[in-house]
Structures are given as structure tokens and as C-alpha cells.
T-cell receptor, first 109, second 114 residues
Framework: GQNIDQPTEMTATEGAIVQINCTYQ??????LFWYQQHAGEAPTFLSY??LDGLEEKGRFSSFLSRSKGYSYLLLKELQMKDSASYLC??????????WGAGTKLIIKP | DGGITQSPKYLFRKEGQNVTLSCEQN?????MYWYRQDPGQGLRLIYY???????QKGDIAEGYSVSREKKESFPLTVTSAQKNPTAFYLC?????????????FGPGTRLTVL
């Protein structure tokens, strides 16, 4: 079967750094997406990784290791507005997105 | 502006009634998707369509129906057969059959069945 695992909830302090992990087992791999979803709103695209390594985009970075079936999203200089759920999704062999359950990130002052 | 719209934002229905949720996109995307999200949960795929006049069941299609008569529109009907229809419904669109298949989401419809 296909499976994506993320921690359910994480807490971090404003101004700090947090790493959200995602491990996956899917039938085929055509890339991994990270989305941000604020409560009651639609998910919005953050990043896409298809090759191994780190992709940096401002305060957010995403890392992928295909051999380990592992990715992480790194958020730096945390702000209160970063409080949200972060969804990991893998594009499988049929180009369908398989979604993780999401990680709720709580930022404390 | 290109985008994807869903209406209404909030919807209330009595138990036993069918209800149709609207989804329209002007991004010229071939693929459209319907997801259900329950509190504290991830996205679960209800139905998807990769081309006009064709659609496929997702993981939780029972109690739902869809149509895809136009490229721009993909309405979802929640029927009385759906046991627990109260949820947040998200529609998305994207390119079909491509490795880079970012999905773009509408604002969602929160359905409450009384």
C-alpha cells in the first residue's frame, strides 16, 4: 500500500527554527510537494522536490532523499503567521498526489 | 485573474437532502479533484477527472456523485447515502498526466448537515 507519515503536531518558539519530517512509501515517485494550510482555508503550495538535495526559498527550505523515502521542511526565523498545518504529498507512478495527514505547527511567543 | 472558485463558502442542509457543491476554474487545467477534510485530518480524495466527460472514484466515493460536462466545471453532489457528510470540501485543479502536477485549490465549502 501507499503510505505517508508526518508528525501530528509540533510546537516551536517565535524566531526559532523547526524541521517537519515526512517519510513515504509509494508506488513510484514523481516528486514531493509541501503545502501550507491555515485553519479553515485552502492549502497553498510551498515547495516541490524531485531530485535529492535541498531547495531553498526564503525562510523555507525543503530537502529530499529518494533512497531513504524521506523529506523535511525547514522553517527559519519563525513568525506567528507560520502557525498552520503543513501537508506533505507525493506524486506517484500515475501522477496522482498521495497526501499525508499533515503536521499542525503551533508557534509560541 | 486565473483561479478556482467554490460556492458557497458555508452550506447548511437537513439530513436526507441531496446537496450540490460548485467548483469552477479558469486555469485551463484538464484535471480536477474533490477532497474531503475532517477536523485535524489530511485530505481524502473523493473523485477526480482528467478529461471532460470522464471521471474516476477516489478513496471515499461512496455517497457522492460528480459530473464533468465542461472543462471549467466539476460539481460534486453529496447524496443522502453519505453517512456523515458534515465536513470541509476542497476542489482542486491541475495539469493531467505530468510529473510536475501541482494542484491549485479553491477556498473550500464547509458543509453542515443538521
Amino acid at each position: 500500500g501507499q503510505n505517508i507519515d508526518q508528525p501530528t503536531e509540533m510546537t516551536a518558539t517565535e524566531g526559532a527554527i523547526v524541521q517537519i519530517n515526512c517519510t513515504y512509501q509509494t508506488s513510484g515517485f514523481n516528486g514531493l510537494f509541501w503545502y501550507q494550510q491555515h485553519a479553515g482555508e485552502a492549502p497553498t503550495f510551498l515547495s516541490y522536490n524531485v531530485l535529492d538535495g535541498l531547495e531553498e526559498k526564503g525562510r523555507f527550505s525543503s530537502f529530499l532523499s529518494r533512497s531513504k523515502g524521506y523529506s523535511y521542511l525547514l522553517l527559519k526565523e519563525l513568525q506567528m503567521k507560520d502557525s498552520a498545518s503543513y501537508l506533505c504529498a507525493v506524486s506517484d507512478s500515475n501522477y496522482q498526489l498521495i497526501w499525508g495527514a499533515g503536521t499542525k505547527l503551533i508557534i509560541k511567543p | 485573474d486565473g483561479g478556482i472558485t467554490q460556492s458557497p463558502k458555508y452550506l447548511f442542509r437537513k439530513e436526507g437532502q441531496n446537496v450540490t457543491l460548485s467548483c469552477e476554474q479558469n486555469l485551463n487545467h484538464d484535471a480536477m479533484y474533490w477532497y474531503r477534510q475532517d477536523p485535524g485530518q489530511g485530505l481524502r480524495l473523493i473523485y477526480y477527472s482528467q478529461i471532460v466527460n470522464d471521471f474516476q472514484k477516489g478513496d471515499i466515493a461512496e455517497g457522492y456523485s460528480v459530473s464533468r460536462e465542461k472543462k471549467e466545471s466539476f460539481p460534486l453532489t453529496v447524496t443522502s447515502a453519505q453517512k456523515n457528510p458534515t465536513a470541509f470540501y476542497l476542489c482542486a485543479s491541475g495539469e493531467a498526466g505530468e510529473a510536475y502536477n501541482e494542484q491549485f485549490f479553491g477556498p473550500g465549502t464547509r458543509l453542515t448537515v443538521l
